[in-house]
């Protein structure tokens, strides 16, 4: 079936280098691609989305990267810092099929650990 | 101003028993969806209101799962007959609209535990 998952479930880096976090995924009629941080003991918090017919958006130390050739999404963060550390999902939302575009698909999400 | 929030935070319950998880959507956001996260898992759609409008019910894993907003605020999931594999974080999330607004902002989460 469609989903979205990731190609690493864990990502250790040190703090100031950049981070780059990976997602596959298979359903081409996504409309958006989102992602989101979830802290320990927290509710996921957006970060940034993409729509599908860009193929990068920069935000504030952010930039998501999309490919649809290969099907696949990248999350770059900038001088990651310990604050960074955090579990990190990608969500597609799916384009308007019967009014259903408000349905998050996610994947199972990567950890991500800075070591000061 | 006030986020999502959920209560209990916890929750531990015994196999065969019925709970009830309630959120408190942001002020003035017309959608709140319920989500299920298992250990080490992505978050699973369950249920979405939107408005007035009849929920979307289509994630919801059995009949033993069901849910009201009332007065298009206030959202309760109810969970019957509880089973183990229940155990999980359930994280509701409101945003201003449905329908291709992607921002949903989330609750903290309430971990359920059923032995």
């Known amino acids: 079936g469609e989903s979205v998952g990731l190609h690493l479930p864990t990502l250790s880096v040190q703090e100031g280098d950049n981070s780059i976090i990976n997602c596959a995924y298979s359903n081409s009629a996504s409309d958006y691609f989102i992602w989101y941080k979830q802290e320990s003991g927290k509710g996921p918090q957006f970060i940034i989305d993409i729509r599908s017919n860009m193929d990068k958006r920069q935000g504030q130390r952010v930039t998501v990267l999309l490919n649809k050739t290969v099907k696949h999404l990248s999350l770059q963060i900038a001088a990651t810092q310990p604050g960074d550390s955090a579990v990190y999902f990608c969500a597609e939302i799916p384009k308007n099929s019967g009014g259903s575009n408000y349905k998050l698909t996610f994947g199972k999400g990567t950890l991500l650990t800075v070591n000061p | 101003g006030a986020g999502v929030s959920q209560s209990p935070s916890n929750k531990v319950t015994e196999k065969g028993k019925d709970v009830e998880l309630r959120c408190d959507p942001i002020s003035g956001h017309t959608a709140l969806y319920w989500y299920r996260q298992s250990l080490g898992q992505g978050l699973e759609f369950l249920i979405y209101?939107?408005?007035?409008?009849?929920?979307?019910k289509s994630g919801l894993p059995s009949d033993r799962f069901s849910a009201e907003r009332t007065g298009g605020s206030v959202s309760t999931l109810t969970i019957q007959r509880t089973q183990q594999e229940d155990s999980a974080v359930y994280l509701c999330?409101?945003?201003?609209?449905?329908?291709?607004?992607?921002?949903?902002?989330f609750g903290p989460g309430t971990r359920l535990t059923v032995l």
């Open positions: 209101f939107q408005g007035n409008s009849a929920p979307d």
């Open positions: 999330a409101s945003s201003v609209g449905g329908g291709g607004r992607r921002e949903q902002f």
